[in-house]
């Protein structure tokens, strides 16, 4: 479909999907609506993956299984007509809209998947049964829509990593596709829920990405450090010397990571990542409004453990906060033990 087709027509009945078509290879987006340009990234990176002979589908559904007492369930942003047009325009073939009723005909289901011990940290801390609600509906979607492929924002990085799990946990027939946050200019996540903030609490809200970036940006200048002390003397006492007669910015760098304890890279660390975006989020706790985190962590993206001091590897910078009303969630993935 391109940019100049009309807008789609939204099917609410599972019975109105088409049939896989042999040879076709289809992809789905699942949304809860409130499209966006990162929800278009993804119907985009569909349509390249599937290419033009290929199907893809969009589903809106706010589920109600996924949002815990006092959460926006109600206030969610329901908005089909601007979002079937959103859907057409990025490359969509077919937009799936369905009435809770259609999903759970007999009401809330008495069976569910149960997302265990990764369910059960961060996000799950924070939102009790979310992750059971979120795959319980991502099982059901995959059921009815039978796609050969299904994308998700890396945005929720969680979310995505207990899909995976689920997928290859219970052989369903489906390769799990992440694709990269989408961000405005100044480094905000996009989120349906950015619209809730206001001026003052959309500029609070910036200390999210700024804390992943300080993290991102404290590992690379150690990167520089390291390497600048590979090519110093790395005697402590002439590093020492020569730091103090400022004869080299190169040897003062040495002292300092003969100082370390290990001039190859132990600068780089978990513990170091943290501390920078940490830094960030103490002072925005002091802005006008202020910034309340919830939680701030470096886990494996293999199961969301977090990781050890001395990890060497990839680890995810995990991040939520609340501005006003509005909860956000950002996250940014790291390498740590690169240059050992």
């Known amino acids: 479909m391109t940019a100049d087709s009309p807008a789609l027509a939204p099917l609410r009945a599972a019975s109105d999907l088409p049939a ?39 589903t809106v559904f706010v589920n109600p299984l996924q949002f815990g007492a006092g959460e926006d369930f109600d206030r969610y942003p329901r908005t089909l007509d601007a979002d079937t047009a959103v859907a057409a325009r990025a490359g969509a073939d077919l937009l799936f809209a369905p009435t809770a009723a259609e999903v759970y005909p007999g009401g809330e289901p008495l069976v569910r998947i149960a997302a265990g011990p990764m369910g059960e ?30 994308l998700y924002g890396e945005k929720d990085a969680q979310q995505l990593a207990l899909i995976r799990r689920m997928v290859r946990d219970l052989n369903f027939p489906v390769e799990i596709v992440g694709v990269p946050t989408v961000r405005e200019e100044d480094g905000l996540a996009l989120s349906s829920r950015n619209r809730y903030l ?45 730091a103090a007669l400022h004869e080299s910015r190169a040897s003062a760098d040495a002292h300092a990571v003969a ?46 453990r977090e990781v050890p001091a001395d990890h060497v590897g990839e680890a995810i910078l995990a991040i939520a906060a609340r501005v006003g009303s509005t909860r956000l969630i950002d996250n940014i993935r790291l390498t740590f033990g690169a240059h050992r």
């Open 20 to 58: 896989p078509e042999p040879g076709v290879r289809r992809a789905v987006v699942m949304t809860m609506g409130a499209l966006h340009r990162g929800h278009a990234g993804l119907i985009r990176a569909a349509r390249r993956l599937v290419g033009p002979t290929g199907r893809v589908l969009v």
């Open 121 to 150: 940290v961060l996000e799950g801390v924070s939102r009790p049964g979310h992750f059971d609600g979120m795959l319980t509906v991502v099982a059901k979607l995959l059921h009815l829509t039978r796609p050969d492929l299904a």
């Open 198 to 242: 206001d001026a003052d609490e959309r500029v609070t809200a910036l200390a999210l990405s700024r804390a992943l970036f300080a993290a991102r940006d404290r590992l690379a200048a150690e990167a520089v450090l390291r390497a600048r002390a590979l090519v110093a003397p790395t005697d402590e006492r002439r590093a020492l010397a020569l």
């Open 259 to 304: 100082l370390a304890g290990d001039p190859v890279g132990a600068l780089a660390s978990p513990a170091s990542a943290l501390a920078a975006a940490r830094a960030v989020l103490d002072e925005a706790r002091n802005a006008e409004p202020p910034l309340y985190p919830d939680y701030l962590a470096l886990v494996d993206p293999r199961d969301f």
